[in-house]
């Protein structure tokens, strides 16, 4: 049996979930993530979920005042997602 050349894991986990279609479905388990890291912890105390489907997300939150504030700067807050993403993931956001 011959050995090849060692890679770095760093180096093949990028090919392999691309090969097998899910660096979409990473992304989309990261935004949760990102949603309390990018907008502090009193907006992650009212938000519920945060769920990525087709372009959008899903945001549900217990105030309806935040919400409301939200809404007003929802395509910043798109910028600001699809910045720290690198890529134009967040198409939309629909606050519940």
């Known amino acids: 049996m011959q050995r090849k050349e060692a890679q770095r894991l760093s180096d093949l986990l990028p090919k392999v979930l691309s090969e097998q279609n899910l ?9 949760g993530v990102l949603w309390r890291n990018l907008f502090g912890e009193t907006v992650a105390g009212y938000t519920t979920r945060a ?11 217990s105030s309806a005042i935040l919400r409301n ?12 997602l699809n ?14």
Do not use: A, H, W
């Not at 660096?23 to 935004?31: G, N």
């Not at 769920?51 to 939150?61: A, C, D, F, P």
């Not at 910045?83 to 519940?96: A, H, N, Q, S, T």
């Open 23 to 31: 660096t979409q479905k990473l992304d989309e388990t990261q935004i």
């Open 51 to 61: 769920q990525m489907r087709n372009g959008k997300l899903y945001v549900s939150l």
């Open 83 to 96: 910045e720290e993403l690198g890529k134009p993931l967040v198409k939309d956001i629909i606050f519940r």
């Open 69 to 80: 504030e939200l809404m007003c700067n929802k395509i910043s807050l798109i910028e600001r």
